[in-house]
């Protein structure tokens, strides 16, 4: 971002923030830590992440055992050993890092508004929050609530989130998509203080220009004579509301929403734009997408970001980078760089190899190739030819590493050294 001071312009530094996974599965060593383990190596790092200062702390969240659920009829990661994540409540967690900081922000990377209660009962606890959280007049730390559907779709059927018909069935890739635009319209006008009913939600229909294929389309429209006793394929297909209720909102309502930020975790460009009709609501992005569409999604919200959010910047858009640091003592500046390539390598062969029970050697290639990897001005180098000077970094440092103390190093080498030579100090 340019600004002006005092008759000139200057460029502001790039922003890092830090990612934390609390992903219980063996790294690329083999060892798995306990749940007390995993969340003591979290809030150290945590600690730590404020005291180098990064912006903001974006937290995992999942829901439900990984594990158990590979014995069910349709495993979403058979092959994965061991958790995906244990934050499972957001809100808890967040009030355990926010009392161990004093300067980091912390946000929801990302929270399911399916799951947990669905939309209604996640905005309650995001005002329970922050009324608490701002209760001290001088708090200006914000809470980032990155919200989504959720990576698993097992995750929500418990609470609902599922076919409830035939018609539902054959369309559900596309219907669990406008399932979750209609629980975000709940969800952020009841943040914004609305007493609605769902009478006042935007209604789902179902069209052709929703599924990939005419076949795919015409499956659903005969789906919908049977089940609907239509004479004719139809052109729009009404789907009943998931969400059914009378005047609500939610409490407590004063707090203050000016330490609130809002993050949408998807790529719906339709969905992007809507949401923003009741709210500013930023975007995530990861390092492995496209350029083009980066660059596309920047235009987008550029036009339409909500007003009362200003003007829409780069860094609204975090971007996830993987970083494979080495500055461990004793090694050569090469010996660094070939130590950090092996340590990439392993961690996501091992990532791969438990999402998918195989190595596919091109997507190991793909994801070192999206990864920061070496010695302390490597990684600087690679953040300065990637990434545009105003975007914000979202650093994740124990992707399949569990040796706490070592990702400790790494932050600290990252803040101190690397970040100095991207910003131009050094």
């Not at 495993?75 to 967040?94: N, R």
């Not at 608490?132 to 698993?152: Q, T, Y």
């Not at 339709?270 to 009741?278: A, D, R």
Request: aromatic share 10%.
């Amino acid at each position: 971002m340019m600004v002006e001071e005092c008759g000139r312009y200057e460029v502001t530094p790039m922003e890092f923030d830090i990612f934390f996974s609390i992903s219980q599965t063996p790294d690329s060593r083999g060892y798995k830590p306990t749940e007390l383990e995993m969340y003591s190596n979290f809030l150290d790092q945590a600690i730590k992440a404020d005291e180098l200062g990064f912006g903001v702390g974006w937290i995992a969240q999942a829901h439900l055992s990984t594990e158990v659920q590979k014995k069910n009829s349709s495993p979403v990661v058979p092959h994965y050993p061991g958790e995906v994540g244990l934050c499972t409540d957001f809100f808890q967690t967040a009030g355990a890092v926010l009392s161990r900081t004093k300067k980091m922000e912390v946000g929801s990377a990302v929270m399911s508004i399916l799951a947990s209660g669905g939309p209604i009962a996640q905005a309650e606890r995001v005002g329970s929050l922050i009324t608490l959280h701002g209760m001290d007049p001088s708090e200006s730390r914000r809470i980032h609530i990155g919200f989504s559907a959720g990576r698993f779709e097992f995750m929500a059927r418990p609470y609902g989130i599922s076919p409830r018909n035939r018609l539902e069935e054959v369309s559900w890739k596309v219907l669990r998509g406008k399932i979750f635009s209609e629980a975000s319209e709940i969800f952020l006008r009841l943040i914004s203080g609305e007493v609605i009913d769902s009478s006042m939600i935007k209604e789902t229909f179902l069209r052709r220009d929703d599924f990939r294929s005419d076949r795919e389309w015409a499956l659903v429209q005969n789906t919908a004579i049977e089940e609907l006793k239509l004479d004719e394929p139809p052109d729009n297909i009404l789907i009943p509301r998931r969400y059914e209720f009378e005047s609500i909102a939610t409490v407590p309502m004063e707090w203050n929403r000016d330490l609130l930020n809002l993050v949408l975790g998807s790529h719906d460009k339709t969905l992007q734009i809507e949401v923003n009709k009741w709210r500013p609501v930023q975007v995530f992005n990861l390092s492995i997408t496209p350029p083009e569409v980066i660059e596309e999604t920047h235009a987008r919200m550029k036009a339409n970001y909500h007003e009362d959010g200003g003007p829409w910047e780069r860094s609204m858009m975090p971007r996830t980078v993987m970083v494979f640091l080495n500055d461990e003592p004793g090694l050569s500046e090469s010996e660094k760089s070939y130590a950090a390539l092996e340590e990439s390598r392993s961690s996501i062969k091992t990532y791969w190899s438990a999402l998918e029970g195989t190595i596919d050697p091109s997507k190991v290639e793909r994801a070192v190739d999206n990864a920061v990897i070496g010695n302390v001005q490597d990684v600087a180098n690679q953040l300065s030819e990637r990434f545009h000077p105003d975007d914000r970094i979202m650093c994740w440092f124990d992707f399949f590493n569990h040796d706490n103390e070592r990702v400790k190093r790494d932050m600290e080498s990252f803040m101190t050294k690397v970040v100095p030579r991207v910003n131009g100090g050094v």
